[in-house]
């Protein structure tokens, strides 16, 4: 199963729940509101990643509370924060996407460095314990090893995989990758791409190419694109995001390495600033090392422990 236990997702934000939550209880533990704390509290919920506007909205609530008279104190404030941020998270569709028929293809896309590949892994074992089948499709031909990689984790979850030869075209790959999806009867296409940069050009427009040799094989794939996002990265990843929405049409984001930072705010900054969700959080080295993302199991994660203090 998914390791969907508040337990590991705790281990998992431990950084992020000490730079978010634990700001605020030092900012706020024991005291009482007045408008110049918080004003304090903007500073601080800023410094944790979530981004300007969404700070700035948390921080009005806080204070249109506070003049009205329901909010005095800084448990008050904590709990307006947590009812917030989670209403902000809500709403949206965290499943993987499926096909109504055929193969439902997910393309998988980020820059050099995210764990993009092993992320692909995660992907694929989620799928796996969601009894889908799973083909897996080795696309970045660009990385030297990449394939070999990918291929290796094929090995040890027991699923199929296409390859091509490195510097293969990728757009063939995913072509020769969606026939096979479709002779075979997979489940579920992954795709992985090559890693690149949000500036380089030509490599975007392979996407694009990429994109439309699935689209032509089976009607409406992709059905699903994620960006792998290095959560260690905190605020810019947004400007990756920008780009690959642009390019790729993002539905959704893998956000990998949670456990090895403090700035699991970016969640909240991704959201705000394109619409689109955090699907999956990668929370270690091993596939086993993910879970779908749960808002309010999030949101209660970075601030464990506020109400024993």
Excluded at 31 to 57: F, P
Excluded at 96 to 113: D, E, F, K
Excluded at 137 to 150: I, P, S, Y
Excluded at 283 to 290: I, R, S
């Amino acid at each position: 199963m998914i390791r969907s236990t508040m337990s590991s997702l705790r281990r998992g934000v431990q950084r992020s729940a000490a730079a978010i939550g634990g700001g605020l209880r030092s900012l706020l533990h024991g005291r009482n509101l007045d408008l110049a704390l918080i004003e304090q509290l903007e500073s601080t919920l800023v410094a944790s990643d979530v981004g300007v506007v969404v700070a700035r909205e948390l921080v009005e609530a806080v204070r249109e509370q506070f003049r009205a008279g329901t909010a005095t104190t800084g448990r008050d404030a904590v709990s307006i924060v947590k009812q917030r941020l989670k209403q902000r998270l809500s709403g949206d569709d965290l499943k993987i996407a499926r096909a109504a028929s055929g193969p439902t293809v997910i393309l998988v896309v980020g820059v050099n460095g995210s764990g993009k590949t092993t992320s692909v892994a995660k992907i694929a074992h989620v799928l796996q314990n969601e009894n889908r089948s799973v083909l897996l499709a080795a696309a970045d031909t660009f990385r030297a090893g990449a394939v070999a990689q990918l291929a290796t984790w094929a090995q040890r979850l027991g699923v199929d995989i296409v390859k091509g030869s490195e510097g293969a075209d990728p757009a063939a790959v995913a072509f020769d990758a969606a026939n096979a999806a479709l002779a075979r009867g997979a489940d579920t296409l992954v795709v992985d791409t090559a890693g690149r940069l949000h500036t380089q050009d030509g490599l975007m427009r392979e996407l694009g190419k990429i994109r439309s040799v699935l689209g032509k094989r089976i009607p409406g794939a992709p059905h699903e694109t994620l960006l792998v996002l290095d959560a260690t990265t905190g605020q810019s990843a947004l400007a990756q995001a920008r780009v690959f929405q642009d390019a790729a049409q993002i539905t959704g984001v893998f956000l990998a390495k949670l456990d090895g930072t403090a700035r699991g705010g970016s969640v909240l900054a991704i959201r705000e600033a394109f619409g689109v969700p955090v699907k999956l959080v990668g929370l270690g080295e091993t596939p086993e090392d993910v879970q779908s993302f749960d808002p309010d199991s999030f949101v209660d994660a970075l601030f464990d422990g506020w109400e024993e203090q």
